[in-house]
């Protein structure tokens, strides 16, 4: 079993070369079954979290977001990076409380959004309350990554120049890697890697791509994330197969994995 330092360090070495996938789980289930399939490392989803609790994204206290990441690195050997939303504070020292909790529960790296309610911080704020993030982690003495996001083409402002003067800002104000969710177009995002590069940046792709990791690493993306969308996925099976059996049929059962397999895969997790 790998120390919380080791998955840290794991976690550092792969922002520094080539591409990888970083899917996300929302609960010890799913973060075992990901780490069976041989992927490097998984990140924590704020929205897949709050549905399987029966909740809209966003509506998580801070204590249930520490809990829900506590649980995740538990449930898995692999480093985990936190979706902290926007660190569940907003004045920059309350993000500074928030993050040094966080980074106690295990995680090798954690997001500090730029937005909250769909409202973009202005940009003088949202440095400062990265600034507080990148302190807390410093003062903490563990190597934890951090991610700053700028929400504006999922917030309803999809301008690119701020999205890049916003990374650049957090690039400067101490993020270690960068991500601009909803950005897609390969000009786009390549855009993004120039303006922040030699810093690492994360990708999301939430729904079908017509471009593979290959095609995504050649626009110099280091790595990809896929937000809720295995949530989305799994919660779309579940609604087939009830549609089914609403109509009186069951043939949405096809393709469900056996249960014998699920007890023989977790029976041999830890």
């Not at 692999?78 to 980074?103: H, I, K």
């Not at 120049?161 to 969710?181: H, Q, S, W």
């Amino acid at each position: 079993m790998t120390s919380i330092a080791e998955r840290r360090a794991a976690f550092r070495a792969l922002h520094e070369q080539g591409c990888f996938l970083l899917p996300n789980p929302w609960d010890r289930g799913s973060a075992r079954y990901l780490e069976s399939l041989g992927f490097a490392a998984l990140a924590t989803t704020s929205s897949g979290a709050a549905w399987s609790r029966g909740r809209p994204d966003g509506s998580a206290t801070r204590d249930e977001a520490l809990d829900h990441l506590a649980d995740i690195v538990a449930a898995t050997g692999l480093p985990v990076n936190a979706d902290f939303e926007n660190g569940y504070a907003e004045t920059a020292d309350d993000v500074a409380t928030s993050v040094a909790l966080a980074v106690e529960t295990g995680v090798a790296g954690l997001s500090v959004e730029d937005a909250a309610g769909g409202e973009l911080y202005d940009l003088d704020v949202a440095v400062e309350r990265l600034a507080a993030a990148r302190e807390a982690i410093d003062a903490s003495g563990h190597d934890v990554l951090l991610v700053g996001r700028a929400e504006g083409f999922i917030a309803g402002r999809p301008d690119l120049a701020d999205v890049l003067d916003r990374l650049r800002a957090y690039a400067a104000a101490g993020a270690d890697c960068l991500y601009a969710p909803g950005v897609s177009a390969p000009a786009d995002v390549a855009a993004v890697v120039a303006a922040v590069a030699p810093k690492p940046v994360n990708l999301l792709v939430g729904g079908p791509s017509p471009r593979t990791l290959a095609e995504i690493a050649g626009l110099g993306v280091r790595r990809v994330s896929v937000g809720g969308a295995l949530a989305r996925a799994a919660w779309g099976g579940l609604g087939r197969a009830a549609a089914g059996l609403v109509e009186g049929r069951f043939d949405g059962f096809d393709g469900a994995v056996p249960g014998p397999d699920l007890d023989a895969l977790f029976g041999t997790l830890r």
